[in-house]
């Protein structure tokens, strides 16, 4: 493994170590199956569930709504790694700007968490 290899897998670690259960509990919340989608209540300041199919709306746990293995294997996005993606700040290399590169991606990621939060 080169030096950016092993650098990539300590900062990993780091954030993993920092990141890990508040991401679970995202992915937990977040994660639906079609078409159901998490929103943030301004009115009740909570998480709810609304079926965009049938307008329907809960603030208690629907089990249809999680999202399954293949749903998320079905409806995911591909993110290739080609030479020009810079993952993480700490990579010297020369960015292609063609292509999506690590902080763009988080940034993206905290923008929708913190508007489906409602911060």
């Known amino acids: 493994m080169n030096g ?3 650098e990539y897998e300590r900062t990993l670690y780091r954030e993993r170590k920092i990141a890990d259960e508040d991401f679970n509990v995202w992915l937990k919340q977040y994660l639906k ?3 159901w ?3 943030f209540s301004k009115t009740n300041q909570k998480l709810y569930l609304f079926n965009t199919r049938k307008n ?3 603030f208690e746990k629907v089990d249809e709504a999680n999202a399954n293995f293949r749903s998320c ?3 995911r996005i591909f993110w290739s790694w080609e030479k020009g993606v810079q993952l993480i700040e700490e990579q010297n290399i020369r960015c292609d700007n063609s292509l999506v590169q690590g902080q763009a991606l988080a940034n993206f990621v905290r923008r929708i968490a913190n508007k489906m939060t409602g911060r």
């Open 73 to 75: 294997f079905s409806g």
């Open 33 to 35: 199956r079609n078409p």
């Open 56 to 58: 329907f709306s809960s």
């Open 4 to 6: 950016i290899g092993i």
């Open 37 to 39: 989608m998490t929103a």
